[in-house]
């Protein structure tokens, strides 16, 4: 069957990052009725990791939290072929409304900046993933994951994607889809992904593209971006690769072009290895109201 298993570890693991010894751990068990998992992930705050797992579970989850700071809502259940995971960490306990206020006005005060969730998926499984962080910092290294579709919203947290041992996506990804508000997101070695789409939105903080590590593309990627007041970096791949842009912008934004990309039209750009007959060229449309976009070239 099933199960979400709640193990209270007394002796504790150390952090790897030199936090406090985690104190529980949330496992959730291989089911043989199970092929495809869709993980559901809110951090309202504190410092959060996802990594592939050397273990046979489908989900384990290692923490320093205290119960009685936090509360924890989880729930699982199996539709057809997939398992559905939600997981809800660091929601407020009971406090007074002065406190309440204080944390979301002023925030540095309230903010744990020791307390970590440490995430590790199965490689063998194909995942849906839906990340949502509040405050404080996440790392995401999809290596060698099955990853079929990505989502991530970032309210003020700092959040690092990336592909640590250079192994790329198992499975073909549908959509890469992030989201900015007030945060940062970075979001290197996106070649190794195998999305068809990405799709980024930033509000009023930043993002940072990265496809500087692209010899080859492996699906026709398609970028999609909307920047309101942020910041949107992208740095691109090696100049044998076919890249095509085209900006709907303002007066009020700012746009900073690479030296490889050479105006063919109005709000259109491509490089050197772009032509009409190209059929996998790398695609940017964005749309720029009151921000910035910077396209950087690999050298």
Same mark, same amino acid.
């Given at each position: 069957?099933?199960?979400?298993?709640?193990?209270?570890?007394?002796?504790?693991?150390?952090?790897?990052?030199?936090?406090? =010894?985690?104190?529980?751990?949330? %496992?959730?068990?291989?089911?043989?009725?199970?092929?495809?998992?869709?993980?559901?992930?809110?951090?309202? !705050?504190? &410092?959060?990791?996802?990594?592939?797992?050397?273990?046979?579970?489908?989900? &384990?989850?290692?923490?320093?939290?205290?119960?009685?700071?936090?509360?924890?809502?989880?729930?699982?259940?199996?539709?057809? *072929?997939?398992?559905?995971?939600?997981?809800?960490? /660091?929601?407020?306990?009971?406090?007074?409304?002065?406190?309440?206020?204080?944390?979301?006005?002023?925030?540095?005060?309230?903010?744990?900046?020791?307390?970590?969730?440490?995430?590790?998926?199965?490689?063998?499984?194909?995942?849906?993933?839906?990340? /949502?962080?509040?405050?404080?910092?996440?790392?995401?290294?999809?290596?060698?994951?099955?990853?079929?579709?990505?989502?991530?919203?970032?309210?003020?947290?700092?959040?690092?994607?990336?592909?640590?041992?250079? !192994? =790329?996506?198992?499975?073909?990804?549908?959509?890469?889809?992030?989201?900015?508000?007030?945060?940062?997101?970075?979001?290197?070695?996106?070649?190794? !992904?195998?999305?068809?789409?990405?799709?980024? /939105?930033?509000?009023?903080?930043?993002?940072?593209? /990265?496809?500087?590590?692209? =010899? %080859?593309?492996?699906?026709?990627?398609?970028?999609?971006?909307?920047?309101?007041?942020?910041?949107?970096?992208?740095?691109?791949?090696?100049?044998?690769?076919?890249?095509?842009?085209?900006?709907?912008?303002?007066?009020?934004?700012?746009?900073?072009?690479?030296?490889?990309?050479?105006?063919?039209?109005?709000? %259109?750009? %491509?490089? *050197?290895?772009?032509?009409?007959?190209?059929?996998?060229?790398?695609?940017?449309?964005?749309?720029?109201?009151?921000?910035?976009?910077?396209?950087?070239?690999?050298?």
């Amino acid at each position: 069957m099933f199960r979400i298993i709640l193990l209270i570890i007394l002796s504790g693991l150390a952090g790897a990052v030199g936090f406090a =010894q985690a104190k529980k751990q949330f %496992t959730v068990e291989k089911n043989g009725q199970c092929k495809k998992v869709e993980f559901s992930l809110k951090a309202k !705050t504190g &410092n959060c990791f996802i990594r592939p797992s050397q273990g046979d579970e489908l989900l &384990n989850v290692y923490s320093n939290q205290d119960l009685e700071d936090y509360a924890h809502s989880f729930s699982n259940e199996i539709i057809g *072929e997939t398992c559905r995971v939600k997981i809800s960490l /660091d929601r407020e306990s009971q406090r007074g409304v002065g406190r309440k206020i204080s944390h979301h006005v002023f925030g540095s005060e309230e903010i744990p900046a020791g307390k970590f969730w440490k995430v590790y998926l199965a490689e063998d499984t194909p995942y849906i993933l839906d990340l /949502d962080y509040g405050l404080g910092n996440a790392n995401v290294d999809l290596a060698g994951l099955a990853i079929s579709k990505l989502k991530i919203n970032t309210g003020s947290a700092d959040v690092n994607v990336s592909y640590s041992s250079d !192994t =790329q996506n198992k499975v073909d990804m549908d959509t890469f889809y992030i989201k900015v508000d007030m945060g940062s997101l970075i979001a290197r070695q996106l070649n190794l !992904t195998r999305s068809k789409f990405v799709l980024a /939105d930033v509000g009023f903080g930043n993002m940072l593209l /990265d496809f500087s590590d692209s =010899q %080859t593309i492996g699906m026709a990627h398609q970028i999609k971006g909307s920047v309101g007041a942020g910041n949107l970096i992208i740095h691109l791949p090696g100049k044998e690769i076919p890249v095509i842009v085209r900006i709907a912008d303002s007066w009020l934004c700012s746009v900073r072009l690479s030296q490889s990309l050479k105006k063919i039209s109005d709000n %259109t750009f %491509t490089n *050197e290895a772009y032509n009409k007959s190209t059929k996998d060229a790398l695609t940017f449309d964005l749309d720029v109201s009151m921000g910035k976009i910077i396209f950087k070239d690999r050298d």
